[in-house]
Protein backbone atom coordinates (compact mmCIF):
# COMPACT_ATOMS: atom_id res chain seq x y z
CA UNK A 1 0.00 0.00 0.00
CA UNK A 2 2.73 2.82 1.03
CA UNK A 3 4.37 3.67 -2.51
CA UNK A 4 7.39 5.59 -2.83
CA UNK A 5 9.34 7.02 -5.62
CA UNK A 6 12.25 8.93 -6.31
CA UNK A 7 13.48 11.56 -8.67
CA UNK A 8 16.37 13.82 -9.26
CA UNK A 9 19.15 11.64 -9.97
CA UNK A 10 21.57 12.62 -12.72
CA UNK A 11 24.82 13.67 -13.59
CA UNK A 12 27.41 15.67 -11.81
CA UNK A 13 30.85 16.66 -12.05
CA UNK A 14 32.46 16.47 -8.73
CA UNK A 15 32.03 19.00 -6.28
CA UNK A 16 28.98 19.78 -7.47
CA UNK A 17 25.26 19.56 -5.59
CA UNK A 18 22.26 17.39 -6.37
CA UNK A 19 19.03 17.24 -4.56
CA UNK A 20 17.11 13.71 -5.23
CA UNK A 21 13.33 13.96 -3.95
CA UNK A 22 10.82 11.05 -2.41
CA UNK A 23 7.07 10.99 -3.02
CA UNK A 24 5.32 8.60 -0.47
CA UNK A 25 1.89 7.47 -0.67
CA UNK A 26 -0.38 5.52 1.26
CA UNK A 27 0.64 5.94 4.98
CA UNK A 28 -3.00 6.53 5.87
CA UNK A 29 -2.68 7.64 9.76
CA UNK A 30 0.32 5.70 10.48
CA UNK A 31 3.66 7.10 11.10
CA UNK A 32 6.39 6.25 9.19
CA UNK A 33 10.45 7.03 9.57
CA UNK A 34 12.47 7.42 5.70
CA UNK A 35 15.72 6.83 4.87
CA UNK A 36 18.10 7.21 2.16
CA UNK A 37 20.16 4.19 0.90
CA UNK A 38 22.54 3.69 -1.89
CA UNK A 39 23.66 0.81 -4.00
CA UNK A 40 26.76 0.59 -6.21
CA UNK A 41 27.54 -2.34 -8.51
CA UNK A 42 29.39 -4.60 -6.71
CA UNK A 43 28.72 -2.97 -3.78
CA UNK A 44 26.16 -3.76 -0.78
CA UNK A 45 23.27 -1.88 0.27
CA UNK A 46 24.37 1.06 2.40
CA UNK A 47 22.28 3.21 4.66
CA UNK A 48 22.94 7.16 4.16
CA UNK A 49 21.08 9.03 6.15
CA UNK A 50 17.65 8.83 8.09
CA UNK A 51 14.79 10.74 10.12
CA UNK A 52 11.91 10.62 11.91
CA UNK A 53 8.37 12.13 12.79
CA UNK A 54 10.56 13.70 15.88
CA UNK A 55 12.55 15.06 13.20
CA UNK A 56 15.67 13.07 14.86
CA UNK A 57 18.52 12.44 12.08
CA UNK A 58 21.20 9.53 11.07
CA UNK A 59 23.74 10.19 8.96
CA UNK A 60 26.76 8.17 7.70
CA UNK A 61 30.32 8.72 8.44
CA UNK A 62 30.83 8.76 4.73
CA UNK A 63 28.29 11.43 4.12
CA UNK A 64 28.60 13.70 7.38
CA UNK A 65 29.14 17.37 6.27
CA UNK A 66 27.87 16.81 2.92
CA UNK A 67 24.61 15.38 3.00
CA UNK A 68 21.15 16.39 4.25
CA UNK A 69 18.15 14.51 5.18
CA UNK A 70 14.90 16.71 5.27
CA UNK A 71 10.61 16.21 4.94
CA UNK A 72 7.79 18.15 4.16
CA UNK A 73 5.26 16.29 6.04
CA UNK A 74 2.15 18.09 4.24
CA UNK A 75 3.35 17.17 0.81
CA UNK A 76 4.61 13.75 2.11
CA UNK A 77 8.01 14.05 0.25
CA UNK A 78 11.24 13.30 1.63
CA UNK A 79 14.66 14.56 0.42
CA UNK A 80 18.32 14.24 0.18
CA UNK A 81 20.35 17.45 -0.66
CA UNK A 82 23.27 16.32 -1.43
CA UNK A 83 27.01 18.74 -1.64
CA UNK A 84 30.45 18.23 -2.12
CA UNK A 85 30.09 15.26 -4.37
CA UNK A 86 32.61 12.61 -4.73
CA UNK A 87 33.05 10.30 -7.20
CA UNK A 88 32.38 7.19 -4.93
CA UNK A 89 29.03 8.63 -4.23
CA UNK A 90 28.04 7.55 -7.28
CA UNK A 91 25.01 4.81 -6.84
CA UNK A 92 21.76 4.04 -7.38
CA UNK A 93 19.94 5.71 -4.89
CA UNK A 94 16.77 4.55 -3.28
CA UNK A 95 14.17 6.02 -0.31
CA UNK A 96 12.65 3.63 2.03
CA UNK A 97 10.22 3.89 5.24
CA UNK A 98 9.34 1.67 8.13
CA UNK A 99 7.18 1.86 10.45
CA UNK A 100 7.11 4.32 13.77
CA UNK A 101 10.85 5.09 14.48
CA UNK A 102 14.06 3.26 14.51
CA UNK A 103 16.23 2.62 17.20
CA UNK A 104 19.95 4.26 16.49
CA UNK A 105 21.57 0.94 15.70
CA UNK A 106 18.62 0.08 13.04
CA UNK A 107 18.07 3.27 11.32
CA UNK A 108 20.49 2.89 8.99
CA UNK A 109 20.48 -1.01 8.26
CA UNK A 110 18.51 -1.65 4.89
CA UNK A 111 17.02 -5.07 6.45
CA UNK A 112 14.79 -2.80 9.03
CA UNK A 113 12.88 -1.35 6.15
CA UNK A 114 9.72 -3.13 4.65
CA UNK A 115 8.96 -0.36 1.90
CA UNK A 116 11.47 0.85 -0.81
CA UNK A 117 11.24 2.65 -4.37
CA UNK A 118 12.60 1.82 -7.18
CA UNK A 119 15.42 4.13 -7.38
CA UNK A 120 17.15 7.20 -8.80
CA UNK A 121 20.65 6.74 -10.48
CA UNK A 122 23.46 9.29 -9.48
CA UNK A 123 26.81 9.81 -11.17
CA UNK A 124 29.40 11.71 -10.35
CA UNK A 125 32.42 12.16 -12.99
CA UNK A 126 36.30 13.32 -12.10
Known amino acids: QVHLVESGGGSVQAGGSLRLSCAASGFGDSTYCMGWFRQAPGKEREGVAYIDNDGSTSYADSVKGRFTISQDNAKNMLYLHMNSLKSEDTAMYYC????????????????????WGQGTQVTVSQ
Open 96 to 115: AAAPGRLSAWLRLRPYAYAH
